[in-house]
């Protein structure tokens, strides 16, 4: 696949946590306090609302399932994280979680159940036009579990061998990817 095959009815697919915000190292971010964009995170997401059709979060809470953290405190952080996304000019069409904890369930990166719950709230969602980026391999074959592309972003995991049967394209943030994106429109 080359860049330039994306065009603006493709949908794109966000993790969260080391992707749009600081991943804690072995923990879970518990409270809007503990959350912290990257610092380019905003930039780059207000850059990719007109690039995609679509775009969704789908991200693994597992904090929520613990019980180490509650539903109203993850949905505080993402109602805080959406507004200062908007803010600044970004948007994202809706936000997938999943709380289990247990491995096997089918909602669970790398399993692609989160994927497709995007495909039944928004049937236009074709996955072979669409983009999975992340910064673990869970999230790179949770992308290619559902049929998508996978962009790996080295924020956390730069070791990650390169290259990777998962992964189709690498940068090492999201406001690289998105102007790369741009970039491509533009020639």
């Not at 996304?85 to 069409?93: M, S, Y």
């Not at 497709?116 to 928004?122: D, E, M, T, V, W």
């Not at 390169?162 to 102007?179: G, S, T, V, Y």
């Amino acid at each position: 696949m080359d860049l330039r095959e994306i065009s603006t009815d493709w949908i794109l697919f966000l993790d969260r946590d080391g992707v749009i915000n600081v991943e804690k190292e072995n923990d879970y971010i518990m409270n809007w306090e503990e959350f912290q964009f990257y610092p380019t995170t905003l930039e780059a997401l207000a850059l990719l609302r007109n690039q995609f059709a679509r775009i969704f979060l789908v991200t693994n809470q597992k904090g929520v399932g613990k019980g180490l953290m509650s539903l109203e405190d993850l949905e505080n952080i993402h109602a805080n994280m959406l507004a200062a996304i908007q803010e600044k000019g970004g948007n994202l069409d809706h936000l997938f979680f999943c709380a289990d904890i247990e491995t096997e369930s089918p909602n669970r990166k790398p399993n692609p159940g989160m994927a497709f719950q995007a495909k039944h709230l928004y049937p236009e969602v074709d996955f072979t036009k669409s983009i999975m980026v992340g910064n673990r391999p869970s999230d790179m074959a949770f992308g290619k579990n559902a049929g998508m592309h996978t962009v790996f972003v080295a924020t956390t995991h730069p070791q990650t061998e390169d290259p990777h049967p998962q992964i189709d394209f690498r940068f090492n943030n999201l406001l690289e990817f998105a102007q790369s994106i741009a970039a491509l429109r533009k020639s």
